[in-house]
């Protein structure tokens, strides 16, 4: 039985969400992916289905979110109406979605805002780990790759050339820093363009925001560290594995071909960043859900 066919997952197009409550708990202002609603193939709709079904049960979020070895001592729930630099934040939980970070981009990114035209994570929550207050930067995937395919060229192209100076410009000041976050030569080997590759752009863009978004003051609480946690499903092979087939533009990737994803991009981090990053499978953890008519429901259905 393949979970990931469209056939299985159609036959739960009638529920694709299993608490439609949820999106009660979700800013107005967020612009909630439409396929979240009716695509049973959606991220968006595994995401809120998992993640959005205990956002307000911190007793099963707990044991779900450290079955990644995250060593979360606390989860704290997210202050409701918080400014975070001009950007009010008015969810109610302890998983909040389509998180941006401040009003103004810190990632040099105009216009847009929750959930459209800006580098927005599927999931953030705030907790406590190692004794300190840590955001984590969840980035969710479900059947990429399969349902659609991957884009390969995102700094191809006139955008292509904005992305570069965008992001290029941020790494500049982080090298200058001395904070660099990627294991980078001076000349040689791997560079910016080879994350071209819409997983390893993404992953480029939640590395980014986090580290320049820490410290950050969230209502009275200074977040003092971060975690980017890339939760994929353990069957999706098309996002799991760095195919060679994905790497005509990413010439500095070559080497990684057919090897695990998560591996590849810790390979690619810097020391200091390794111990930051969290990659592992959403779907191998649902087994770990205490509340057992969710857990039946996201076990049958993934």
């Known amino acids: 039985m393949d979970k990931l066919s469209y056939d299985f997952q159609n036959t739960y197009r009638e529920k694709n969400i299993y608490d439609p409550t949820i999106f009660s708990h979700i800013d107005s202002v967020v612009k909630v992916h439409d396929q979240a609603y009716n695509n049973p193939m959606s991220s968006a709709a595994s995401c809120l289905n998992v993640l959005g079904s205990m956002a307000q049960m911190p007793d099963d979020l707990l044991p779900y979110l450290n079955s990644f070895g995250l060593n979360i001592q606390k989860l704290i729930p997210f202050p409701t109406k918080a400014n975070v630099g001009g950007e009010i934040y008015n969810d109610i939980g302890y998983v909040i979605f389509e998180w941006i970070g401040p009003k103004v981009s810190p990632i040099n990114e105009k216009g847009g805002g929750r959930g459209f035209q800006k580098t927005s994570v599927d999931a953030y929550v705030l907790a406590v780990i190692g004794g300190k207050i840590t955001q984590l930067i969840i980035e969710w995937k479900f059947t990429e790759g399969k349902s659609r395919p991957l884009a390969l060229e995102r700094f191809s192209g006139l955008r292509g050339v904005e992305r570069l100076r965008r992001y290029s410009t941020i790494l500049v000041d982080m090298r200058n820093g001395k ?100 990659g592992a499978h959403w779907d191998e953890a649902i087994k770990n859900i205490p509340n057992n008519s969710l857990m039946k429901y996201l076990f049958e259905r993934y």
């Open 179 to 278: 904070s660099f976050p990627f294991n980078f030569e001076d000349e040689l080997g791997i560079g910016l363009y080879d994350f071209s590759i819409d997983h390893l752009y993404q992953l480029l863009r939640m590395t980014l925001l986090a580290k320049t978004t820490t410290p950050i003051t969230i209502g009275d609480m200074k977040v003092e560290d971060y975690r980017v946690v890339h939760l994929t499903h353990s069957k999706n092979d098309d996002i799991n594995i760095l195919y060679d087939k994905y790497l005509d533009f990413s010439p500095g990737l070559k080497k990684y071909s057919g090897q695990q994803l998560h591996e590849v991009w810790k390979d690619i981090l810097s020391p200091s960043e390794k111990s930051k990053f969290i």
